[in-house]
């Protein structure tokens, strides 16, 4: 009891000494140009001085008493503190591909403690050539081409807005730079007409870049004179039908008539 005690003081003694620094997130994956954002939280007052690094370089320093110390060009920060706790969020405007790595934030006293940035680059996605025409049951090819992205973009393939099976496309990439180009070939069965769409996506973007062409199906001619002749076969059928029935009842009048030809004169 007395060792539980005896911990739980000199618990307290340690916390009070080193306080707690939290950052988040720990992970962040923006797209280039956008802003990123990071949140530092202390458990408690004292702490002085909080230090914001990007990539090891000193970027902007809070002061516990006065706030951001003249805060300079992309850097900037906010204060959302309550109560005891303090919490600044420190943000990165325009942020570029070479902001990647370490974001750090360490106060007056206490390790530094780290957060990775990823920066991420969307580009333009387009299917190459414009609208088609196939004839039921060909085989139609579609290439689409991802143009200036970091990481290579994840393609992806919609009929109608409906997902296409992995079997049926393939994707490849290859470095132009500091980018990538992806391309992707996507082979399908002509049956009706449809909008073919490519998207193309990396996890920094919200909502996939797409392009689109209309893909029309011209029906084959058999099917259809099948269809008319069947049409044709019926309406023969049907009028042969109603033709004879007009005959008997033709001849069952001019019978009729024939016996009381005294009453009615002959037409
Ligand atoms: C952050 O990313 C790294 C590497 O991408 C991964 O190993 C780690 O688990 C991630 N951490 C969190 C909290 O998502
Ligand atoms: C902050 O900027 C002001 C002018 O904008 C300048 O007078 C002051 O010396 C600067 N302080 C520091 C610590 O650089
Ligand atoms: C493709 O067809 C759609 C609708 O039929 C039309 O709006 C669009 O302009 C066409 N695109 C091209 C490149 O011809
Ligand atoms: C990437 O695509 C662009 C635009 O089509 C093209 O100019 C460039 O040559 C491509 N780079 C590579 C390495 O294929
Ligand atoms: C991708 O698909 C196209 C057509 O569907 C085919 O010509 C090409 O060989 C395929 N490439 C790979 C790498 O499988």
């Given at each position: 009891?007395?060792?539980?005690?005896?911990?739980?003081?000199?618990?307290?003694?340690?916390?009070?000494?080193?306080?707690?620094?939290?950052?988040?997130?720990?992970?962040a994956t923006v797209l280039q140009h956008s802003e990123a954002r990071f949140?530092?939280?202390?458990?408690?007052?004292?702490?002085?001085?909080?230090?914001?690094?990007l990539?090891?370089?000193?970027?902007?320093?809070?002061?516990?008493?006065?706030?951001?110390?003249?805060?300079?060009?992309r850097f900037?920060?906010?204060?959302?503190?309550?109560?005891?706790?303090?919490?600044?969020?420190?943000i990165i405007e325009n942020v570029l591909r070479e902001d990647s790595g370490?974001v750090?934030?360490?106060?007056?006293?206490?390790?530094?403690?780290?957060?990775?940035l990823s920066v991420q680059e969307?580009?333009?996605?387009?299917?190459?050539?414009?609208?088609?025409?196939?004839?039921?049951?060909?085989?139609?090819?579609?290439?689409?081409?991802?143009?200036?992205?970091?990481?290579?973009?994840?393609?992806?393939?919609?009929?109608?807005?409906?997902?296409?099976?992995?079997?049926?496309?393939?994707?490849?990439?290859?470095?132009?730079?500091?980018?990538?180009?992806?391309?992707?070939?996507?082979?399908?069965?002509?049956?009706?007409?449809?909008?073919?769409?490519?998207?193309?996506?990396?996890?920094a973007?919200?909502?996939?870049?797409?392009?689109?062409?209309?893909?029309?199906?011209?029906?084959?001619?058999?099917?259809?004179?099948?269809?008319?002749?069947?049409?044709?076969?019926?309406?023969?059928?049907?009028?042969?039908?109603?033709?004879?029935?007009?005959?008997?009842?033709?001849?069952?009048?001019?019978?009729?008539?024939?016996?009381?030809?005294?009453?009615?004169?002959?037409?």
């Open positions: 009891m007395a060792v539980f005690s005896f911990m739980a003081v000199f618990l307290f003694i340690f916390e009070g000494v080193i306080a707690k620094v939290q950052l988040e997130p720990q992970n949140n530092c939280c202390v458990n408690e007052p004292g702490w002085t001085v909080m230090i914001w690094s990539n090891r370089l000193l970027a902007l320093t809070i002061l516990e008493t006065s706030g951001v110390v003249n805060s300079t060009g900037s920060a906010s204060d959302y503190s309550t109560g005891g706790a303090s919490k600044w969020e420190f370490q750090t934030c360490q106060i007056q006293g206490s390790e530094p403690v780290t957060a990775q969307s580009g333009a996605v387009e299917i190459e050539g414009a609208n088609r025409t196939a004839t039921e049951g060909e085989q139609v090819t579609f290439q689409c081409l991802a143009v200036g992205w970091f990481p290579a973009p994840l393609l992806s393939w919609a009929l109608n807005g409906m997902p296409v099976p992995k079997e049926l496309f393939n994707s490849s990439f290859v470095e132009a730079g500091t980018v990538l180009n992806s391309s992707s070939s996507l082979g399908i069965t002509a049956s009706s007409s449809v909008l073919v769409e490519c998207l193309a996506t990396v996890p973007l919200g909502t996939p870049e797409r392009s689109g062409v209309f893909l029309t199906v011209a029906k084959v001619d058999k099917p259809q004179t099948r269809d008319q002749t069947v049409l044709i076969a019926v309406t023969v059928s049907f009028s042969a039908a109603a033709l004879l029935v007009l005959i008997i009842i033709a001849i069952v009048l001019c019978c009729k008539r024939k016996k009381g030809a005294s009453e009615c004169p002959a037409i």
